[in-house]
């Protein structure tokens, strides 16, 4: 909560810069008067400290003028300009001090020279501590806006990163999907080719609308997956079969769009399209100790002669991009784990923390 008082107060330097100059004046004001009165002075004493605050009040307008022309210049610059311009300007604050002291509260009064630079010791002391105060202020915010492009900088990497990995898949599928129409058309088949066409058209459109750096439910997923595959079933007929174990209270959970559909995609290309009889897709999900679980299943070859675990590093294109979007999204909190089940084909499955839509939590 500090910090976010803090931020929201430097959020605009201009009235952030007014409020500390008008309290850090208005204080000094508070405190030369309570230790005037402390000393023994009157109550009228309040006059000249009215006027020593104006005086510093406006004689720092001037040196955060000056400061303003030196700010990006060197350290050594900006040391010797700071140094000066307190010097002569606590000169100046002093001899205003005095003329106030003298007109407003005590005309019989005849500081001595040594007073005079006493107090002008005092003076450059508060001018000094003003601009040291000045000049941090300043660094930090100036840190802070290197700080907030460079997360900028790498947010936006990020989210290119993540549209680089979804969005080289959709060649891959298009490329199958076409030549699958082409196939219908030479066949003669037009209703098929139709079909084909208007399923394509619904799921683009759905890939189109959900960014690759958006999260949907698993649910809206699994929507995307039938048009998905409704695709496919028109390609591969009666060989495809899909078997669906979703657990209804994992359907709300927050998954990156179309994060499963290259894992089908995957088992399709692997399992079904080299068997003559097909086989069965299994696509599970649920919530196990606050982490959605997620497989997906075929029943091909598998990998491997009877390797049961299969290294990170294998798999082609598909495989590949969704470690990568998991790896971008949920660095190391999560599991991308392939492994041959018996008696034939292989599962992958996917570990994520458990996400709900805001509304929903």
């Known amino acids: 909560m500090a910090s976010k008082s803090i931020q929201e107060l430097f959020a605009d330097k201009a009235r952030a810069f007014w409020i500390f100059q008008i309290a850090g004046w208005l204080g000094y004001g508070v405190i030369r008067t309570l230790n005037g009165l402390a ?17 510093g009040f406006v004689l720092t307008l001037v040196m955060r003028l000056i400061y303003r022309s030196v700010r990006s210049s060197s350290l050594t610059v900006i040391v010797s300009v700071g140094l000066a311009a307190s010097a002569f300007m606590s000169l100046a604050f002093s001899t205003i001090e005095t003329i106030g002291h003298i007109t407003f509260y005590d005309p019989f009064d005849d500081p001595r020279a040594l007073e005079f630079f006493g107090n002008a010791a005092i003076d450059l002391y508060v001018l000094l501590t003003w601009t040291g105060l000045y000049f941090l202020i300043n660094y ?85 997956l039938m048009l998905y595959l409704d695709i496919e079933v028109v390609r591969f007929q009666d060989r495809l079969n899909i078997a669906w174990e979703i657990e209804e209270n994992a359907r709300r959970a927050m998954i990156p769009s179309l994060l499963l559909q290259p894992l089908i995609e995957n088992a399709l290309k692997y399992a079904i399209a080299p068997s003559e009889d097909g086989g069965t897709i299994t696509i599970s999900a649920k919530l196990e100790k606050r982490r959605l679980i997620m497989r997906v299943r075929d029943q091909g070859p598998g990998i491997g002669d009877g390797v049961e675990k299969i290294s990170q590093s294998s798999s082609g294109v598909g495989l590949a991009n969704t470690r990568g979007r998991l790896q971008q999204i949920y660095g190391d909190d999560h599991a991308f784990i392939m492994h041959n089940v018996k008696p034939s084909g292989l599962e992958v499955a996917i570990s994520i923390p458990c996400e709900f839509a805001e509304a929903e939590q």
């Not at 000393?39 to 005086?55: D, N, Q």
């Not at 958006?214 to 997923?221: A, F, I, R, Y």
């Open 39 to 55: 000393l023994g002075e009157t109550p009228a004493y309040i006059k000249p400290s009215i006027v020593a605050m104006l005086a």
């Open 140 to 224: 930090y915010l100036v840190l802070q806006q290197e700080k907030e492009k460079a997360l900028k900088a790498t947010a936006m990497a990020h989210q290119a990163q993540l549209k680089m990995l979804r969005y080289q898949l959709n060649p891959h599928f298009l490329f199958n999907t076409l030549n699958a129409i082409s196939t219908l058309v030479l066949d003669n088949d037009s209703k098929g080719a139709n079909t084909m066409l208007r399923r394509l058209s619904s799921f683009l459109r759905y890939s189109l609308v959900n960014q690759p750096t958006q999260k949907v439910t698993l649910d809206q997923e699994i929507h995307a």
